[in-house]
């Protein structure tokens, strides 16, 4: 399990990371002009530590059969797995300011048969977690100790089909599956709780059967730990990581506007500038 | 002559092909669908039971496919294609992945059941998604043959399967072959029936009478519906002069509307579409139920008089 324990040295490397991840977001929906940037800041600590620390994977073999899974169920964040595929070595980081432009690779929501690295295909909400349940069968049949990860918002939960997905994994004994949700608090009509109350969120995921790790989603020793905690769960587990959406670019912070908007070529010039100089808060 | 619902004869044949096949997987959702019900008490490490949630059950047959596994599922075709329509196009054609829907209790001949449980508009549905290949045997022997076959089939695959006994049209020689049209009778050349499913037999007793009373038809089997054996529809075109398409199914969007988007592209010829009327269906007699849409065999004999007097 080492790739689970991690040193003060580790978090600073990761922070680091991070911040290129929210520079690479950011740059790469100004040139598509469009994206969703308030959703993939609020998940850059999260997939940084996956891609770059947790994650038993090989960019030089993108398909190997035992590789740990990460599916992005709320793909319209992909600009952060994107970019976190792009600087981890599964295709050139160059590619990432063609996001949403004809013929590329990268699609405006994940599509897993032009992505190297990426483990499935996304866009639509509440089904990412049955096909984790899927891949953590698959696992178990044939024996390998691989994990899947699968990142749900926490507005898409409200789909019924990902309750589908909870009650099979209980059902199952899927401990090798873990289900990460971003608390970000805001969906696209408003704040979460004001569109469909989806609390109380912790006790909903034990009802199901599962174990509940919460954890703060913007700090990576919290995030690390919280990782290192679910594996070692004898339950399919839920991480409950409370996040800012659009964390990282003060006027992005907490509002839905930035759900699915980008930025201007002077807001853009002001998102670098606070990333690069404040880092993580 | 025998006679066994193709379901059954399906589920027979891929339990007993799963004795010496160890290589495939099946997910259930708590439906009785065709005999796979024991899978699970004789292979339980290869059955994953879904409960009553179909959209699960299609998106955890993703999952299982986008990690090598050949991955059988079976549902009724009207959850399979409506509940989880989206699954089905999204996280099994559009990632391209090796899923093998088994759709049951296809078409009109469902009867008690009614409209809810019969599927009716699943051809259509599963037709128009980009990589999916569409069958539906006539009998039980097409039925244990197309089994087989789908043993070596890859990528998204929709089988239509019946609930009820039928009476067999093949020989135990036949030998399913995906994408290829089989012309089962050949009176003569005035006009040519194309039939996908379990109405082929009464297509051939149609084809029977009209041969007493002058009238010459090619009968063809049109299993695969997608992709289409377009070469087999324009000779029928060409060759024949006009077209009726037998699906039990509804006439909009199923095998007389793909058999139609060839003929009018390719070789416009008089065609006449029998299938449901553009209305669903219902509990009763599934003879009566034929009957009332004019896919009885005396209906078809009557359509086809007119389609020929349309030459």
Known sequence: MSQYSFTQKDVVRLEAQAQQIREDIIAMIHAAKAGHPGGSLSAVEMVTALYFHVLNIDPQNPDWPDRDRFILSKGHACPVLYACLARRGFFPPDILNTLRQYKSILQGHPDMTKVPGLDMSAGSLGNGLSIGVGMAMSAKLHKQDYMTYVMLGDGEIQEGMVWEAAMSAAHHDLKNLTAIVDCNGVQIGGWTNDVMCIEPLADKWRAFGWAVVETNGHNMADVLTALHTAKTMRKPTAILMRTVKGKGVSFMEDDPKWHGAAPTDEELVAAICQIKEGGIM | ?311
Do not use: W
């Open chain 2, 1 to 311: 002559m025998d006679t066994l619902a193709t379901r059954m004869a399906f589920g027979k044949e891929l339990l007993k092909l799963a004795e010496t096949n160890t290589d495939f997987v099946l997910c259930n959702a708590d439906t009785k669908t065709c005999g796979l019900e024991v899978f699970g008490k004789l292979y339980p490490e290869r059955e994953f039971s879904f409960g009553i949630a179909e959209q699960n059950l299609i998106g955890g047959a993703a999952g299982l496919a986008s990690c090598g596994n050949k991955v059988y599922l079976a549902t009724f075709g009207v959850f399979a294609s409506m509940r989880a329509c989206e699954q089905v196009r999204t996280f099994v054609c559009y990632p391209n992945l090796n899923v093998t829907i088994i759709g049951t209790h296809a078409g009109l001949q469902v009867g008690g059941d009614g409209a809810t449980h019969a599927a009716i508009e699943d051809v259509s549905i599963m037709r128009s998604l980009p990589n999916m290949t569409v069958v539906q045997p006539s009998d039980a022997v097409s039925a244990r043959a197309l089994a087989r076959a789908s043993l070596d089939f890859t990528g998204p695959l929709y089988i239509r399967l019946h609930r009820n006994p039928v009476p067999d049209v093949y020989n135990d020689d036949y030998v399913f072959t995906f994408g290829k049209a089989n012309t089962v009778k050949e009176y003569g050349a005035d006009m040519t029936m194309i039939v996908s499913g379990i109405l082929l037999k009464k297509a051939l007793d149609a084809a029977e009478i009209l041969h007493t009373q002058g009238i010459n038809v090619r009968v063809v089997d049109m299993a695969t519906i997608k992709p289409l054996d377009e070469a087999a529809v324009i000779r029928a075109a060409k060759e024949t002069g006009a077209v009726m398409t037998i699906e039990d199914h509804t006439v909009l969007g199923g095998l007389g509307a793909a058999v139609a988007e060839v003929v009018v592209q390719s070789h416009p010829v008089p065609m006449t579409l029998v299938g449901i009327q553009d209305r669903f269906g219902e509990s009763g007699d599934p003879e009566l139920l034929y009957r009332d849409n004019g896919m009885d065999v005396d209906s078809i004999v009557a359509k086809a008089k007119r389609l020929v007097a349309r030459k």
